[in-house]
């Protein structure tokens, strides 16, 4: 069965640095998205991505994260200079085009020192 | 901005009962999904629905979309160990924009 997938598992990083998740969405999907969760708390919704552009942002997605789609097979979100807040669980999911059903990948624990 | 709140928060059961969780907001949405979150992974589609009134079952889960388009509720038929984890409901508003709930925790007793 298709899945997505996310690399790393985990990532440490110093405040400052920038650092670049990865994600394979599922082959045939055209909309990727992504999303963080702060540990025991609900899941946020970041950006859609659609036809190699921003869908829909929220509040959360600010200058210091972009999206992109570099290849035809990975959805990379950069975050330009991480601060301690932004340690989470980022997943990333995809979906077709004739539904609002979305598929989760297993996430990326982002760790900020 | 917009929010989706979940009851109950979390809830104790023993194995064999029915689980009655909802899902409600002060907007409307024009499409509901649920999702189970097991601890360290990805939240996994439970159920989706498409129109108010749906009612839309899955196994032993069944979903229904509110009238009114502002709520949702799920139930979980003669639960089993394995229901054990967190259940989410999302609305989507605009344009493939998820909001999730606050999540029910879900704990069953053997």
């Known amino acids: 069965e298709p899945e997505v997938t996310q690399t790393p598992s985990h990532q440490v990083t110093q405040m400052g640095q920038e650092v670049i998740l990865r994600c394979v969405p599922i082959?045939?999907?055209?909309?990727f998205y992504w999303y963080r969760q702060i540990l025991g708390q609900k899941v946020e919704f970041l950006v859609s991505f659609y036809n190699n552009e921003i869908s829909e942002k929220s509040e959360i997605f600010d200058d210091q994260f972009s999206v992109e789609r570099p290849d035809g097979s990975n959805f990379t979100l950069k975050i330009r200079s991480t601060k301690l807040e932004d340690s989470a669980m980022y997943f990333c999911?995809?979906?077709?085009?004739?539904?609002?059903?979305?598929?989760f990948g297993p996430g990326t624990r982002l760790t900020v020192t | 901005g917009q929010q989706l709140n979940q009851s109950p928060q979390s809830m104790f059961i023993q194995e064999g009962e029915d689980v009655s969780m909802n899902c409600t907001s002060s907007s409307i949405f024009n499409t509901w999904l649920w999702y189970k979150q097991d601890p360290g992974e990805g939240p996994v589609l439970l159920i989706a629905?498409?129109?108010?009134?749906e009612l839309t079952s899955n196994g032993r889960l069944t979903a229904q979309f509110g009238i009114t388009r502002k709520d949702s509720f799920l139930n979980i038929s003669a639960s089993i160990p394995s229901d054990v984890g967190i259940y989410f409901c999302a609305g989507v508003s605009g344009t493939y924009k998820y909001i999730f709930g606050t999540g029910t925790r879900l704990k069953v007793l053997a």
């Open positions: 999911a995809s979906g077709g085009v004739f539904s609002y059903e979305q598929y």
């Open positions: 082959s045939n999907h055209l909309y």
């Open positions: 629905l498409y129109k108010a009134g």
